[in-house]
């Protein structure tokens, strides 16, 4: 079946610093990929999207490349904020419906 | 434009109790889900319907039912409820759009504890 893996948190940085959340897949085809963000007491806002190979997503400074090879959708940003603190999921969509598939989450703590 | 809209926000429950979750859209779509979310996990897939009449399992079924009577709303109740359903439930809604990216839009959750 299909299948999510990212990294685990909870990751902690200095404002400025440059931030990486891995992620990999696992499915047969061309899935739908997505990075979601959920800010503390909300629910879940998607953040970008890409899909197919290559296609790169971005949004807010954020950017993931949708990378065939590696079945990898890593997310990056290069100077972060206070107010990026989150959690943030990667997902994929595949089957029929439009149902995500998602990873645990990664919590992003970024100091001042 | 409210978006998607779920009540109650927060509720305690007693071990076999039943309740049932609320979750209303106003975006005239198709598709509607409903997730929970364990402390530390992702989210997992409970319910889902493509449309008004219809709904399908997800990946953990077991102890809830739902209805689709309507577009707009999607109901998810708890039967005898069981520690194990102490979690945040998301309910979701999505309508395919251009190509083939179906971006689902959340509602704020409802915490739910079983003691």
């Known amino acids: 079946g299909n299948s999510v893996t990212q990294m685990e948190g909870p990751v902690t940085l200095s404002e400025e610093a440059f931030l990486t959340i891995n992620c990999t897949y696992t499915?047969?085809?061309?899935?739908?990929l997505f990075w979601y963000v959920q800010y503390p007491g909300e629910g879940l806002q998607l953040l970008l999207k890409?899909?197919?190979?290559?296609d790169k997503g971005s949004n807010k400074g954020f950017e993931a490349t949708y990378r065939k090879e590696t079945t990898s959708f890593h997310l990056e940003k290069g100077s972060v904020q206070v107010s990026d603190s989150a959690v943030y999921f990667c997902?994929?969509?595949?089957?029929?419906?439009?149902?995500?598939?998602f990873g645990g989450g990664t919590r992003v703590l970024v100091k001042p | 434009n409210a978006g998607v809209t779920q009540t109650p926000k927060f509720r305690i429950l007693k071990i076999g109790q039943s309740m049932t979750l609320q979750c209303t859209q106003d975006?005239?779509?198709?598709?509607m889900y409903w997730y929970r979310q364990d402390p530390g996990m992702g989210l997992k897939l409970i319910y889902y319907?493509?449309?008004?009449?219809?709904?399908d399992k997800g990946e953990v079924p077991n102890g809830y039912n739902v209805s689709r009577s309507t577009t707009e709303d999607f109901p998810l109740r708890l039967e005898l409820a069981a520690p194990s359903q102490t979690s945040v439930y998301f309910c979701?809604?999505?309508?395919?759009?251009?190509?083939?990216?179906?971006?689902?839009?959340f509602g704020p959750g409802t915490r739910l504890t079983v003691t």
């Open positions: 890409a899909t197919k190979a290559d």
């Open positions: 979701a809604s999505s309508s395919p759009g251009q190509g083939l990216i179906y971006e689902q839009y």
């Open positions: 499915a047969t085809g061309y899935p739908s």
């Open positions: 319907s493509v449309g008004a009449g219809i709904t």
């Open positions: 975006m005239n779509h198709n598709y």
């Open positions: 997902a994929l969509s595949k089957a029929a419906g439009n149902k995500l598939t």
